[in-house]
C-alpha cells in the first residue's frame, strides 16, 4: 500500500507557482521521497526525489520538512504542459531494485 | 538514465487469445517491473521481474494469467493470457535507477 497522502486534485493558474503537498508520516529515515508525474496516457516521468535536504532541479523544486513526515513539490512557473497527475512515493532504496508503489496522486489542472 | 522502448503500443484483442508485450532497455538493469493502470486509475504493480529466477508476483496477480520471461539483463516480456475485457487497461514497464517507464500498451479487449 502507498504510504503517502495527496490532495485528489488542484488547479493553479498559469505562470503562477505550483504548490503540491504530501504527507507521510510514517516515512523512515532511510527511506526517499519520490516526485513522478503522468501527463495523460503517457508513462510517468520521474520529477526529483531527496531524502532530508531540500533538492532543485531544472523542472521542479522539492523542500522536505525536518521532520520529515511531510513534502511540497513546487514546479515554479506552471504552464498548460504540467497539467497532469503527481504522484508522491516514498520508497527505501535509491538503487533501483525495488519498485515504487504509486498512490491515488494528485490531478493538477494548469488553468490560462 | 535508462531509455525503454516498449511494444506494442496499443492493440486491439479478441476475448480468450493473449498479447505479448516487450520492453528493451537501452543499458543492463537488475530488476524491470510490471504495472497495470486500469481506467481512471493508478498504477498497479504486477511483478517484479530479475533475470535468471522466476518473477515476483504481487497479491491478485497469477503466473498463469500474466506470465513474464527475462531472457537477459535488457529485455523482458509480459504476456496478458486469456484476455476478458476487464484486462483493458495500460500495461507499462520500468526499469533502472531513474525508474524509467516505457510509454505504455494500451489494450482493449473486446
Known amino acids: 500500500d502507498a504510504k503517502t497522502t495527496q490532495p485528489p486534485s488542484m488547479d493553479c493558474a498559469e505562470g503562477r507557482a505550483a504548490n503540491l503537498p504530501c504527507n507521510h508520516s510514517t516515512i523512515s529515515g532511510n527511506e526517499y521521497v519520490y516526485w513522478y508525474r503522468q501527463i495523460h496516457s503517457q508513462g510517468p516521468q520521474y520529477i526529483i526525489h531527496g531524502l532530508k535536504n531540500n533538492e532543485t532541479n531544472e523542472m521542479a523544486s522539492l523542500i522536505i520538512t525536518e521532520d520529515r513526515k511531510s513534502s511540497t513539490l513546487i514546479l515554479p512557473h506552471a504552464t498548460l504542459r504540467d497539467t497532469a497527475v503527481y504522484y508522491c512515493i516514498v520508497r527505501v532504496s535509491n538503487s533501483g531494485n525495488t519498485p515504487l508503489v504509486f498512490g491515488k496522486g494528485t490531478r493538477l489542472s494548469v488553468i490560462a | 538514465s535508462a531509455v525503454i522502448s516498449q511494444k506494442p503500443s496499443r492493440d486491439i484483442c479478441q476475448r480468450g487469445t493473449s498479447l505479448t508485450i516487450q520492453c528493451q532497455v537501452d543499458?543492463?538493469?537488475?530488476?524491470m517491473f510490471w504495472y497495470r493502470q486500469q481506467p481512471g486509475q493508478s498504477l498497479t504493480l504486477i511483478a517484479t521481474?530479475?533475470?535468471?529466477?522466476?518473477?515476483?508476483?504481487e497479491s491478485g496477480f497469477v503466473i498463469d494469467k500474466f506470465p513474464i520471461s527475462r531472457p537477459n539483463l535488457t529485455f523482458s516480456t509480459l504476456t496478458v493470457s486469456n484476455m476478458s475485457p476487464e484486462d483493458s487497461s495500460i500495461y507499462l514497464c520500468s526499469a533502472g535507477y531513474g525508474y524509467t517507464f516505457g510509454s505504455g500498451t494500451r489494450l482493449t479487449v473486446v
Open positions: 543499458s543492463q538493469v537488475t530488476m
Open positions: 521481474a530479475n533475470q535468471g529466477s522466476e518473477a515476483t508476483y
